[in-house]
């Protein structure tokens, strides 16, 4: 098996998403999502706490990852998504995959029917059909990963996100990445400081990469980011958007946590 961990999960993800597609048919996929509850307008909720001086922060559920194992004891996703939306976060992003990651649809539905946040699917897109599906679900924004689509898949599935009314962040590692990303036509751009590949977080990743920021586009800075410090450093490059995980779900007070990153 290839160390790599996100050619590993892109495999999983893969098999997985055929056995699914064998239990609903796109069609029957589309039927679910037009009958989802309305999208709350995800990118549309970041950009209010931006034009209102604030950090838009994207507070992050996760049972555990591959490179911080499990992450919460009697983790409780409505508890927590509440908890987030009374320290002030703009949405949440729910993990829905199982093996790696430990989340579940469920997840979503509860994080999202406690609070009345936009909510993130992230998870590992490769199909078509997974939108749908997305939008099924009452997600009100799909993650697409560069790293993982050739330029065609990627333009297919970020059309197909946005023909189910679904916003997306795209995400990339690096230049060449963020590139093909802007190149896109994407408005929420994502630079992940974690290096899917290696597990690796460094801030100067975001750093590095915001001078390639097209106009009209938000950058949205994600992983590895843990302290008001570390958002502060990332203002000097213009990130107003912050998605963030696991240093918050490893303090006990996740609202006073959540708080204090946002300092207010
Ligand atoms: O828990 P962190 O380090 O605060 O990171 C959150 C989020 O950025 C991270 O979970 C993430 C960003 N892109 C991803 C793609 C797949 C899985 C996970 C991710």
Redesign the pocket.
Known sequence: MSNDVLVRILADTRTETTQRKAQASLAEMEKRARDASPVRGFEAALSRKVAAGKDALIA?L?RK?PS?GDIRPGFDPAQLAQAYERAGAACL?V?T?LPY?GGTESDLHAARNATSLPVLR?D?IVDPWQLAETRAMGADCA?L?VAALDDATLRELFDAARSYGLDVLV?AHDREEFERGAALGATML?V?N?N?RTLV?DLATTEELSSLLPAGAALVA????KTRADLERLHKVGARRF???????RLPDLEAATRALLGV
Do not use: H, P, W
């Open positions: 992050e996760k990852s911080g992003s993990l995959d990651f992230k590992f993650l990963i995400e994502g992940n974690r899917l977080t994600e992983s590895g980011l998605l963030v995980g696991e240093s918050l779900l």
